[in-house]
């Protein structure tokens, strides 16, 4: 008997798109831009080649270092910079800058600079390379010290002493920062822990474990270097074994057009810095090839 190929149900996951901070630094860039301003940014904006395009194709310049940029509008994108590098810039009578951090990402280098005042070895746990985690470790004073969420063995770099302050690289896993704190509390006395897990990136994954729970395979879009799209990855993964990451609907009909035939339903979600056209085109590109 002949086969018929079964046009798959395919849902997006709810509050997926962009979070708040990467969606207001892209539209302060824009803004700028469109009243005749040179923009540059300091870094991506976001990971995702779609977007940079639309930057780029707009006038919009991306630069890597502060040095680089003499002078227009510099807009500081939702990570945050070092506390120097944010010295450096503002301190350039013919640069305007626009600072994008995010409110988050605020709060938690201001935990650093009190939590480092107050006499607390600052603990962060995210990853070292991470933009991020170099501008909150900028605030946390000479004492502190990084490890990595999923290298357990760089916990050693926690110090036995009276106080240890912790925080936590935003978009971590809060178990994560929770198994981190309660190891941190055997290597002292006094403990602050400041919650500093974006609660954006909690919802997100919370509705992409449910939707991952109830079909039979997962999508997970967004760029390969995105530290939060990988960390959901895993989480569906745990859920839905047949979950795949991929930057675009190009590679998924380049690398994965097989793995999609025969399955009856199909969840898609992104990272924060993955649009929703993305995801929308995902969809699409789904019901194209096996519809």
């Given at each position: 008997a002949m086969t018929t190929a079964i046009r798959p149900e395919v849902r997006i996951a709810e509050r997926a798109g962009f979070c708040y901070g990467v969606r207001l630094a892209i539209d302060k860039a824009k803004h700028a831009r469109d009243e005749g301003k040179e923009v540059t940014t300091l870094g991506q904006l976001v990971h995702n080649p779609g977007?940079?395009?639309?930057?780029?194709?707009?006038?919009?310049?991306?630069?890597?270092?502060?040095?680089?940029?003499?002078?227009?509008?510099?807009?500081?994108?939702?990570?945050?910079?070092?506390?120097?590098?944010?010295?450096q810039v503002r301190g350039k009578p013919e640069l305007e800058v626009i600072d994008a951090t995010c409110t988050w990402v605020v709060q938690s280098q201001k935990a650093a600079a009190e939590l480092a005042a107050a006499g607390y070895t600052v603990c962060i746990i995210g990853h070292e390379d991470h933009p991020e985690v170099k501008g909150v470790r900028s605030y946390a004073g000479d004492k502190h010290v990084v490890v990595d969420d999923m290298d357990r063995?760089?916990?050693?770099?926690?110090?036995?002493?009276?106080?240890?302050?912790?925080?936590?690289?935003?978009?971590?896993?809060?178990?994560?920062?929770?198994?981190?704190?309660?190891?941190c509390l055997r290597r002292c006395h006094d403990l602050r822990v400041v919650n500093t897990v974006c609660p954006v990136t909690l919802t997100r994954q919370a509705d992409s474990v449910v939707l991952a729970g109830e079909v039979e395979a997962m999508i997970v879009v967004g760029g390969k270097n995105s530290s939060n799209t990988k960390e959901l990855a895993v989480k569906c993964a745990d859920v839905c074994p047949a979950t795949i990451h991929v930057a675009d609907a190009d590679e998924l009909e380049a690398e994965h057009r097989d793995w999609l035939s025969g399955k009856a339903s199909i969840g898609i979600t992104g990272g924060t810095s993955t649009p929703e056209v993305d995801l929308e085109e995902v969809r699409d590109r789904i019901y194209a090839l096996v519809g």
């Open positions: 977007i940079k395009a639309d930057l780029s194709d707009r006038g919009i310049k991306t630069a890597d270092l502060a040095d680089q940029v003499e002078g227009g509008t510099l807009v500081i994108r939702a990570h945050g910079v070092p506390a120097g590098e944010l010295e063995s760089t916990w050693e770099r926690v110090p036995h002493t009276k106080k240890i302050g912790v925080l936590s690289q935003s978009t971590i896993l809060p178990y994560k920062l929770e198994e981190f704190a309660a190891f």
